[in-house]
T-cell receptor, first 116, second 116 residues
């Protein structure tokens, strides 16, 4: 169990630029989640994959945000035309299937995005 | 639909005294409930989870939580606070949404401070 990996750990970008983050879940986990967390707030659900299928997207996810999980393994989250309000910690988590809704989430360390 | 409300954004207790962090939930289905802890600059860690096997759940580091269906509550307690307990605590509900996705919702968090 190598844990959930996220890359990069930190990203500083200028407003209007595009950024892409990567998440590698635990290998046998088929469920993958993206969350966004701002200072003093709990993680906000963005989107969820089961294998390669994106099953749910939050209304928080504007058209500038897109997520993929092409082979059902790693996932990418892209933000186009970044805005200062996109500055946050982006967290990826995975969980295994079969255990129902009470399976725990394993979180990565997150990608801290700062939009200047 | 499901939601979770953490009733206190900040709780401060003296070392050695009891801790109570309050959480109320709302769910259309029988939910799974969790408490996660986030230490500064660290990833989210599972403290405990409710799986319907027992209403009183014991977790790591001496924490426990009691599921009360009649009150729709899942409060987190610890008999005696330790300085190392200072962190942000999140109550989490997991259940099936209308799209059959396994949606996981975080509360806004309670910051626990421990006074020497």
């Amino acid at each position: 169990d190598t844990g959930v990996s996220q890359d990069p750990r930190h990203k500083i970008t200028k407003r209007g630029q595009n950024v892409t983050f990567r998440c590698d879940p635990i290998s046998e986990h088929n469920r993958l989640y993206w969350y966004r967390q701002t200072l003093g707030q709990g993680p906000e659900f963005l989107t969820y994959f089961q294998n390669e299928a994106q099953l749910e997207k939050s209304r928080l996810l504007s058209d500038r945000f897109s997520a993929e999980r092409p082979k059902g393994s790693f996932s990418t989250l892209e933000i186009q035309r970044t805005e200062q309000g996109d500055s946050a910690m982006y967290l990826c988590a995975s969980r295994r299937t079969g255990g129902g809704t009470n399976e725990k989430l394993f979180f990565g360390s997150g990608t801290q995005l700062s939009v200047l | 639909a499901q939601s979770v409300t953490q009733l206190d954004s900040h709780v401060s207790v003296s070392e050695g005294t009891p801790v109570l962090l309050r959480c109320n939930y709302s769910s259309s289905y029988s939910p799974s409930l969790f408490w996660y802890v986030q230490h500064p600059n660290k990833g989210l860690q599972l403290l405990l989870k409710y799986t319907s096997a027992a209403t009183l759940v014991k977790g790591i580091n001496g924490f426990e939580a009691e599921f009360k269906k009649s009150e729709t509550s899942f409060h987190l307690t610890k008999p005696s606070a330790h300085m190392s307990d200072a962190a942000e605590y999140f109550c989490v509900v997991s259940g099936w949404s209308g799209s059959s996705a396994s949606k996981i919702i975080f509360g806004s968090g309670t910051r626990l401070s421990i006074r020497p």
